[in-house]
């Protein structure tokens, strides 16, 4: 089982980087199902 960490910190407009830390939460989850995510 993987351990995944995600802290994303960012404006919530004018930013595309708290969207694509989403995303890649997203993505990561769909592609393993044993993963333990966790996302600040």
Not at 6 to 26: D, P, Q, T, V
């Amino acid at each position: 089982m993987q351990r995944i960490v995600i802290i994303a910190n960012g404006a919530a407009y004018g930013s595309e980087s708290l969207f694509n830390s989403l995303r890649l939460a997203i993505a990561l989850r769909e592609q393993q199902s044993d993963l333990e995510l966790k996302l600040f």
